[in-house]
């Protein structure tokens, strides 16, 4: 039976977050800026009120650090200890979402109801690169409302990352989950959309227990729960480097790094010693064997 616990918050609770350290704190945030920390056994350690009593829309814990923690209100980022020590600021409308880069500690992204998302290296105050989703969906071609969303703009609901630290997945009011991928230098190296949800997406998280770190959970605003299979998004696809290949005799040795996953080596053998490898074959191999067999 569940349990419930009271008394941590005087408005309604916004968001929960759980800290992955052997301590196993859990953290709420309500309206009004209120944070409160947790232990396991549902006793309150501590409670806090933000500057501006804005609402607390999104709190995360480091993975690097578990006993710190980080909290979205308004349209700022902040780390409490007792007082607010770092705040980044970039933001021009309430943040609603933050994640730590799993293997970069460092590194963290915010979504908003500006439609934007960040990704921030915390020794900097500017976020290394900024996504405009109402841009995203102006410049797709093929970009229609459906039923419902006549007027729904992209504000950013919920971000999370897969486990890999390298893709990236927005819920957003239009209904679409927005899959970004970071490439070599924490650069936006590609991005792309699903179409989730009959109404806006408000909630959008990776799992890490299934086959492999792209299955994604997604809530939305149409009373549906959704799980999806992101290993063969193009954002996914087109993570595989170019594959290496060795030739020995009549076998041939395909070797290729996909997005997250440890480097993979297929040896083939060709039935005919005087045929070459063709192009066409290379390829079918990568999409038919890589791509289906190690992404689904």
Not at 45 to 71: I, K, W
Not at 98 to 125: C, E, I, Y
Not at 190 to 200: F, L, N
Not at 214 to 239: E, I, R, S
Request: proline share 5%; aromatic share 6%.
């Amino acid at each position: 039976m569940a349990r419930q616990w009271s008394e941590g918050h005087s408005s309604s609770i916004l968001c929960v977050g759980a800290s992955v350290g052997p301590e196993g704190l859990l953290a709420s945030g309500s309206e009004g800026g209120e944070v409160t920390v947790w232990s396991q056994e549902g006793t309150i350690l501590g409670r806090l009120t933000l500057p501006g009593e804005e609402d607390s829309t999104s709190v995360v814990f480091s993975p690097a650090v578990p006993g710190q923690l980080y909290v979205s209100h308004g349209d700022t980022v902040s780390l409490p200890g007792g007082k607010v020590c770092r705040t980044l600021r970039r933001h021009t409308n309430i943040c609603s979402s933050v994640a730590f880069r799993p293997h970069r500690p460092n590194n963290l992204v915010s979504a908003g109801l500006d439609m934007q998302v960040m990704l921030w290296g915390l020794q900097k105050t500017r976020p290394l690169w900024t996504l405009n989703l109402q841009d995203v969906a102006e410049e797709e071609d093929d970009h229609q409302q459906r039923p419902g969303q006549l007027f729904n703009p992209p504000l950013a609901h919920c971000v999370s990352v897969a486990s890999c630290g390298n893709v990236l997945a927005c819920a957003a009011e239009d209904g679409r989950v927005h899959v970004m991928r970071i490439g070599s230098g924490s650069k936006l190296e590609q991005q792309g959309a699903v179409k989730a949800h009959s109404q806006g997406a408000s909630q959008a998280h990776f799992v890490s227990f299934l086959s492999h770190p792209y299955w994604l959970v997604t809530g939305g605003n149409d009373g549906q729960v959704a799980l999806w299979d992101l290993g063969t998004h193009p954002c996914m696809l087109t993570a595989a480097k170019l594959p290496r290949i060795q030739l020995a005799g009549s076998s041939l040795l395909l070797t290729m790094e996909m997005c997250g996953i440890s480097q993979l080596s297929v040896r083939i053998i060709h039935q005919t010693k005087n045929a070459p490898f063709s192009p066409q074959f290379v390829q079918h191999f990568i999409k038919y064997t890589f791509n289906n067999h190690y992404l689904q």
